[in-house]
Each structure stands twice: as C-alpha cells, then as structure tokens.
C-alpha cells in the first residue's frame, strides 16, 4: 500500500495509487463467500457436476440436496472453493430457499463442525417437506445472520440476468397451442 501511496495520480479526485486501488479493486474483488453465494443460488436453476469452474475459482461439491415442492425449491449442500488466482481455498456450506419468482433467501457461511451443518440441513429439509415456510426462514436467519445472506443481488452481473430471465419466464403465461375443435367447427 506504501508504494501504490507513492504513485502520485494526475486526476486531483484519485490522489494516489492507494486511493485508486481502495476506491477501485478492492471492491471489485471476489471472495469464496460470494462464489460461494452464487453457486448456491446457481444451483437452484442449472445442474452443476461434482466439480465446476465458476470464474477463476474450482469447485469441488462434498455434499449436495435439491428439494423441489411445486414452485419452491431448497438447495443445500457443502463445497470447497479454490482460487486459481490466489491460491486462496475454504470449505463453506449453503443454503438457499427459492419461493417462487424472484423470491430467494439463504446464505454461505464456514461451518467449525460438520455435526452443525448436518443439523441444519435435516431442519431445513424437515421444515420444507412440511410446507413450513416460516420455520425454514428462520433457521435460514438465525444461522446466516452474520452478514453473509444470499438473495439474487449475490449473483455475478451476468448470470444474475441469466437467471431473472428464467425466472420471468416460468412467471408469464406459456401461449397454449389453438384447439382443433373450432378448426373442426369451422370446416363444417
């Protein structure tokens, strides 16, 4: 940071390379949470295999279930995410809850204890099964609530208009072929 300080900018605005580089790319920097976090929410409309690319990161799934009931669906599941970029590489267990339309709730977070992630997916697939809504939303929250939630704003800008496009065509009516009895009618 001292030797980006030292790069004096031309544009009064940007003062230094510091300031460029904390205004700039550090905030355009993705971590495993938020692969982490589009994965999840991926997941609920694409099949991904047992490992994927997403960006420059690998991703090697350890433990995956999707519920579908009607509209809904819950996805949770384990993964380890590793950087190519940075090396960087963790472990994260999600959740995420599909309402219908552009409804989407979870979140992505470091489980210390296997024994906690498997808590909380048989209480989410319990409640789910049970059309209990309520009771998964707050299972959501009270494990997520750190600050690492999961809605359609954590998708990549791309696959984020990938996805509410699916999602506006499950929602609009499909166009219904004509029936063959006015055809019939029509002849007579």
């Known amino acids: 940071m001292d030797r980006l300080a030292a790069a004096k900018s031309n544009l009064p605005d940007n ?23 589009h994965y999840a ?3 609920l409309f694409e099949p991904f ?10 991703v090697e799934r350890e ?5 579908v009931e009607g509209k809904q669906k819950l996805a949770v599941g384990r993964a380890r995410f590793n950087s190519e970029v940075t090396t960087e590489s963790a472990s994260l267990g999600f959740a995420v809850l599909h309402l219908g339309d552009h409804n989407i709730a979870g979140g992505a977070s470091h489980f210390e204890k296997i024994e906690d992630y498997d808590q909380l997916k048989a209480s ?6 049970k059309a209990d809504t309520t009771q998964a939303l707050q299972a959501l929250t009270e ?3 750190g600050g690492k939630t999961l809605s359609l704003r954590t998708l990549f800008r791309d696959e984020q208009r990938k996805i509410v496009d699916l999602i506006l065509k499950e929602s ?11 055809t019939k009618i029509k002849q007579r």
């Open 49 to 58: 295999g047992e490992r994927t690319k997403i960006y420059c990161y690998n």
């Open 143 to 145: 494990r997520f609530s």
């Open 124 to 129: 989410l697939i319990d409640s789910f099964s």
């Open 172 to 182: 609009w009516p499909q166009p219904q072929p004509p029936i063959e009895v006015f």
């Open 15 to 37: 003062r230094d390379g510091k300031t460029i580089y904390e205004k700039w790319v550090k905030p355009a920097a993705v971590s495993t949470d938020q692969v982490a976090g």
């Open 63 to 67: 433990d995956y279930t999707l519920e």
């Open 41 to 43: 929410i991926s997941s």
